[in-house]
């Protein structure tokens, strides 16, 4: 009937699952075939199997699927999103990619191989290009391909035209996290309400080494980790979504306040150059009212798909400070891997 | 009665005021002897013109005391301590001292004066040496003393003892400010729910100041303020008491994280060596559990006097970094304040 | 150009001014001609007289409208939309109704006077026939229509249709109130974060009078209050926007939770059958799951118009109970009175 | 050494496990012998089984204590009491029971078995005297002795002096409960944060039977359930710890809300004429501000084992109402067994 590809989400019932399933719904590029979840969940209807914790219609208008398990070996769409649990991802991916999907994953597990695509459109398209040697090294028809940490996109989004225009020497981020970024049920209420927990496992480390590939050179076969400084400080706070995040950088010649206003103003990279369906108009939405980015009250804008920068201004210490903010679950996650879809669907590689 | 020196509260109903009331109430060296307020309160009981909204007795017993209004022509114990808003201080503490009072303020007027000691008793008790000249260029009989702003406190108790041992060459610095800092009624909820405010007015500005004041040298007559680059980036968060803050430094020497922790534990300062009676028997507690301090489980322990800090690990940027927690009004304002004159007591300035 | 009718938002920068303005920037029937605020902030253009706290458009696109006194004298559209302070509104109103205007109140000033209707366009639209005789008794040309507070819109909307179709004697109603109820800034986070508050002024009497005046008998030239037993019980409580109210009921004839259900379902009140531009298409939306409705995930549907109900039990005490939820500044306010202005248009009242 | 009586704690690294400990680290009555766990955390010590989630010295100075499990055929202190989860207290509890142990159980298990004491000290002390049966009918040297639900706790605390100087004939209270009632890690931060949910499992059915039972009368060998009708409507909000009540009473005789308010401020009973340690001195503490008791301010109060009352009025539909508060994990869980415990001791069935 339709020309759409088919797809499959892998772990449908998740908070990331349910991003994904509402994002895909209606896409004009995609179409969901198989929903998949736990075992446990596994030949329930959509909507007997969990709760739908996002506003708009309930289960996307899909609660009367029937869930399926994650089983590489029955029928799949020839694009798979994965929003399994990393631990699932690192045994169900490969599988799936071996048996010839081309697999958009939002999981940690394959994020640093060297001949996986870290993906965000915005910041490095060009690393789509890992995939043929991926193949080719894996005797893999399909692939792998992976959108990074939420708190890395939403970072990388600010970095990428600044390093693309000066240079970006070492940058030190602060994180204020939302509670949804730990999943569902994720944090106890006793844990978070009127608290700030200053851990989050693993997430420093991601932040910097992921940090580091997405604004590397791709030379032909292999990226060449960008020689940039990054500390992440990570914190949860009692936020539902979206990710603050105040930056610090060191750029090269020093830049004025303005010179970075000018250049995170005039960006227009790819996706939007493209006109991908997921990409926001502008990448990133500039503040000029001094308390200005809000998490909750500028996050859900464009979707979640554009990240915002405020308060420009001199960093005593680094030269460049700036308050940034993104959505966890959307740019950071199901919105960011569909939008890696797009991407490689136009340069061909669906 | 009691040889206890007679004291005055200026501002004795708002947030700050009913803490300073608090810690004086049954304290071992001073006695309440007038509680000032607004002209609108003046003449009314203490526990009628304001709700008390501290845990503990009520007005922790004053209640029936008669409000004053701020007149430094009107009796007044010879410490003064005051709580009022930074417009009213600049005009009513000089009067006071001028009069003969010892103003011990929380208040940012005078902080930055080259003759006003800024002071917290672990960091720079010998700045109280600023007293004299202060009063002779004055023609004083009092003298204003101050302490930093709350979140500046908490920052350079972490500081100091790394300081006096390696030297801190460059801090940045990103809050995660209580909405109590900001005096009640302060934040509207509709502001702070579920929210990040990447903005505090004047608060990064004060912290990157005062804090290159109270690591100066003493010399004299005069301050010379430490050559250390300080950034600060301040948040409020849905938090009620205490700042939590993200710290990264550049230490000369480049210690391992080993190094640091010994320094924080072996640091044993003025007020600890003394025994002041509000001083905590640590300064900084250390912890040791990898999600710790929490705020909300840990900025009342020791009264709010002790910082707390934990997470001490390499930073990529600067070389440390470190999870910093303090109590705002206490140790930031109040307690703060009391230690102060705990200290000149002690220092024969009374 | 067009032919809309003139409209003048009295108290624009507030609250529930600033939901009139979005509300009406875009009217199908109306248009804005005129925004008022206090003395201080006339003069100055919109969107620099206050912060834009809604979601969407800032300031629904009309940042660069001028904002005037409000002031009876000068011009004004034929049609007042009041978001005024209640003391303000208890002088404003008389003469902008005396200078020819239909003032459209939200304010509490005039709700209980006899010849005033007080009017929830699903429960009571017979009760615009007060306006007659508030014309002729007091003279006026114009003349004032009010909604009720928004715990009371809430209940009676879900009281409507029990009371026609059996009749009710007794209501109980616990409300859990969102900060938004008490406008900007309202309540202090210092107050309400992790708490609950179990009093607000004036609230629990403003419930019990204008029930029984919204379910009374319009007799031509006033209004019998109907002989129901009101208690209310109000709280605040940290939710941003959102009044939860939990209710029971002693209906004539003791009927089934099932019965009462149908009674529901089946409710088409006069705005819907006129269809009304904001009138939601179902003005009570019943959900099934155990745990709804929930004010965070359901109050905005419909544009917060329609109200929820859910977990319709037995009461052991009074027959019937369930689960209420209604949108305090829209249905309760903003959009409660711009549905009556709708309503009064197309009853010829304009 | 000491002749305190030994004790085990079933279930110690639980919510009120942890409260449990707390409470009996340095109890006059009572020594710690035995902590159980489950058989994951068997073996190991305390302190690193779980995470001390309460204010005070971390694990209450046990945290080198090795956990046990739950076996009634090991070792045990003639005293057990337990935080276990009700499907395994069902089975556990009676073997402890037939092993010797008086059980105070805190779960939900045996509550309305008519042998089983179902107590609150100052509620129905002589309603122990089920006790006797119980070992004789089901052949056990040991019992099991039952506190009630949390939130029926501190209804049934201010329901008491009423029953026995009017007469209660019917109730309804809605309640607003804490997130620690659902125990650790219980609520999921995103589902409460900002939110209210007008649903508790079970809850609203054991508040209605077990208030009942409470209030009923012990005639020998049985109880006679109090012929009260009791509503309950329960709501989880965003609050910590405590639980709000808000309760509308007919009373015999319909008094007047001083009369009310009389009887609950010359209520003394069982506990607080026997000095029992755990016993508030005074069990209800009256406010008289019109917004209070608030659950954040004032719960804590009295170690959580006093209840709160305010805003006693007239109550159009039922004739009083007011406003209760409770500390749900110390009144209404850990300190109200203990408070059981000292009663039983003091009345010789130890």
Redesign the interface.
């Known amino acids: 009937m339709s020309n759409k590809i088919q797809v499959t989400v892998l772990g449908a019932t998740g908070?990331v699952g349910q991003r994904f399933v509402r994002r895909l719904a209606n896409h004009p590029l995609f179409q969901i075939a198989h929903l998949t979840a736990s075992d446990r969940s596994a030949g329930k209807h959509y909507q007997d199997a969990c709760?739908w914790?996002l506003?708009g219609e309930p289960f996307a208008g899909l609660g009367a699927c029937i869930l399926e398990t994650s089983d590489p070996g029955a029928a799949f769409g020839p694009v798979v999103f994965s929003a399994l649990d990393t631990d699932i991802a690192r045994e169900l991916e490969p599988a799936y990619a071996r048996a010839g999907a081309l697999v958009f994953s939002n999981a940690a597990a394959f994020r640093m191989e060297p001949d996986v695509p870290l993906l965000v459109p915005e910041v490095n398209p060009e690393h789509l290009g890992l995939l043929e040697g991926q193949r080719k090294t894996r005797g893999w028809s399909g692939g792998i391909l992976t959108n990074p940490n939420c708190t890395t996109t939403v970072l990388v989004m600010a970095l990428a035209p600044l390093h693309a225009a000066f240079g970006v020497e070492?940058?030190?981020m602060?994180s204020?996290q939302a509670?949804?970024g730990a999943g569902?049920?994720?944090?106890?209420?006793?844990?978070?309400?009127?608290?700030?927990?200053?851990?989050i496992k693993g997430e420093e480390g991601k932040v910097?080494v992921e940090t580091a590939k997405l604004l590397g050179q791709f030379e032909g076969s292999r990226v060449v980790e960008a020689p940039v400084?990054?500390?992440a400080?990570c914190?949860r706070?009692?936020?539902?979504e979206g990710h603050?995040e105040?930056v610090?950088v060191r750029l090269k010649g020093d830049p004025s306040p303005e010179q970075v206003r000018e250049v995170l103003a005039a960006w227009k990279p790819e996706p939007q150059r493209l006109g991908l369906p997921s990409a926001p108009a502008l990448p990133i939405r500039l503040h000029e009212?001094?308390?200005?980015?809000?998490?909750?009250?500028d996050v859900?804008l464009d979707g979640g798909m554009s990240v915002h920068i405020?308060?420009i201004r001199r960093?005593?210490?680094?030269g460049i400070?700036f308050?940034l903010l993104g959505h966890n679950t959307e740019r950071g996650a199901a919105g960011g891997s569909v939008l890696n879809a797009e991407l490689a669907k136009v340069y061909g590689c669906l």
Do not use: W
Request: charge should be neutral.
């Open positions: 908070a709760e914790r506003d070492a940058v030190l602060t204020m509670a949804s569902y049920p994720g944090v106890s209420s006793l844990d978070l309400m009127g608290n700030v927990i200053p851990f910097e400084a990054v500390s400080l914190h706070v009692p936020v539902l603050t105040a610090s009212a001094e308390n200005r980015p809000q998490v909750r009250r859900e405020g308060r960093c005593p210490v680094l400070k308050s």
